[in-house]
């Protein structure tokens, strides 16, 4: 509650902390910032809404009780990278089997889940997430494995933001760098 009520008075006071000259240079910083996370929020969510409508076609088309829901649920789980999708997987394995019994249905659920994941992994967010906030797909994923490794499921689930970030610090530094070679 105090930090929606006195946002704008600690925006500006943290501003204060920068000598006046590069105040404006820290406001477009932080402006750029909130930018990629929104669009990343964006996209993520648009990832979402795709992998939902697709695990709940293929899904209902096989006839798996509570398709619906395990579709919100599998839609929903990558934005947990590994852990969520491991989850889902389990779920709807469980589902299937007290729907259709220890049969080849439950093979059908695993492939509907494999397919998807290495479509969305390897395709699907990189682009949709990389167009949205302006990296290139390959940094994309390069920034998942980087910070999965170093990191875990947590680095995966924070580096596409970061990266983001990155990009903008990296691309106001080139930005001073070359107004220092005109002066």
């Known amino acids: ?10 925006k500006f006071s943290f501003y204060d902390l920068f000598p006046t000259t590069t105040q404006k240079l820290v406001r477009n910083i932080f402006s750029d910032i909130n930018n990629i ?34 579709a919100v649920i599998s839609g929903i789980a990558p934005i ?21 019994g220890f049969d080849v249905h439950l093979l059908y659920i695993l492939s509907i889940y494999l397919v998807g994941n290495i479509i969305d992994s390897s395709l699907v967010t990189p682009k949709i997430i990389g167009d949205s906030i302006g990296i290139n797909p390959i940094w994309i994923v390069f920034s998942v494995l980087v910070l999965g490794y170093l990191m875990g499921p947590i680095g995966m689930l924070i580096a596409i933001p970061v990266a983001g970030i990155i990009s903008v610090i990296l691309g106001l530094s080139r930005l001073l760098n070359s107004s220092n070679k005109n002066k």
Not at 54 to 61: F, G, K, Q, R
Not at 86 to 100: E, H, L, N, P, R
């Open 1 to 10: 509650f105090y930090f929606l009520k006195d946002w704008e008075a600690m």
């Open 37 to 70: 996370l929104s669009a990343y929020i964006r996209g993520q969510l648009l990832v979402c809404l795709i992998w939902t409508i697709y695990y709940y076609i293929t899904l209902s088309y096989m006839g798996i009780d509570l398709a619906l829901i395990l």
């Open 80 to 100: 947990v990278p590994v852990v969520g999708a491991i989850i889902a997987i389990a779920i709807s394995m469980v589902v299937g089997y007290f729907t259709f």
